[in-house]
């Protein structure tokens, strides 16, 4: 079956650091992929999306390139804020069936000033 | 446009009770589904609903279960609580077909069994 494998965490950055999570993925078709981010209290919500191989999602200064050849989705971005400090999740969804994704274990972020 | 709405937000519960949790999709989305997020499991797919039809199933077990109305809504319930059913519920709208596979979450069901 379908599987999301990311980087464990905690990640400890200073705010301006640059920033990598890691995620790889396994999948039967051909998926779109995800990064979800969670703020404390609160639910899920989409950070950026690719459908395709080689498609490039980016979000709020968030990047994440589909890369088939390695099922990979690395999400970068190149100078964090404080207000970053979240947990992110990768996810891919098989066809046009959202409703049942996949979700790596999630990687939490902390941002110090 | 509104967003998902959960109800409650809270809730305890004992041991053996039963719990049923309500979810309120986007407007013009027909699918919702069922999340479970423990800090040991991360998040875990309970169940999916299309059109008042039970589309996807999760591993858990029948004490787990759902519904979706004809207005989308959906519903679920966990029978014969236990204390590992402690744990926040999402529930997640998509627009079911056609789409890119993005979902929208509500804030979440926070359960704790005692």
Redesign the interface.
């Known amino acids: 079956g379908d599987s999301v494998t990311q980087m464990e965490g905690p990640v400890t950055l200073s705010e301006e650091a640059f920033l990598t999570i890691n995620c790889t993925y396994t999948a039967t078709g051909y998926?779109?992929l995800?990064w979800?981010v969670q703020y404390p209290?609160?639910?899920?919500?989409?950070l950026l999306?690719a459908?395709k191989a080689d498609d490039k999602g980016s979000n709020k200064g968030f990047e994440a390139t589909y890369r088939k050849e390695t099922t990979s989705f690395h999400l970068e971005k190149g100078s964090v804020q404080v207000s970053d400090s979240a947990v992110y999740?990768c996810a891919?969804?098989e066809?046009?069936?959202?409703?049942?994704?996949?979700?790596?274990?999630?990687t939490t972020l902390t941002v110090k000033p | 446009k509104a967003g998902?709405t959960q109800t409650p937000r809270y809730l305890i519960k004992t041991r053996g009770q039963q719990v049923t949790l309500s979810c309120s999709p986007i407007s013009g989305h027909r699918?919702?589904?069922w999340?479970q997020q423990t800090p040991g499991q991360?998040?875990q797919?309970l169940f999916?609903?299309?059109s008042e039809t039970q589309?996807?199933k999760?591993n858990f077990p029948g004490r787990f279960s759902g519904r979706q109305f004809s207005n989308s809504r959906s519903e679920m319930n966990v029978s014969t609580l236990e204390l590992g059913d402690s744990a926040l519920y999402?529930c997640?709208s998509?627009?079911?077909?056609?789409?890119?596979?993005?979902?929208?979450?509500?804030?979440?069901s926070r359960l704790t069994v005692l």
Do not use: I
């Not at chain 2, 998509?94 to 979440?108: I, P, R, V, Y």
């Open positions: 998926p779109s995800f979800y209290g609160e639910g899920l919500q989409l999306k459908t999740f891919l969804s066809g046009t069936n959202a409703g049942k994704s996949t979700f790596g274990d999630g | 998902v699918s919702v589904s999340y991360g998040l797919f999916e609903y299309f589309r996807n999760g999402l997640a998509s627009m079911g077909q056609t789409n890119t596979g993005e979902l929208f979450f509500g804030e979440g």
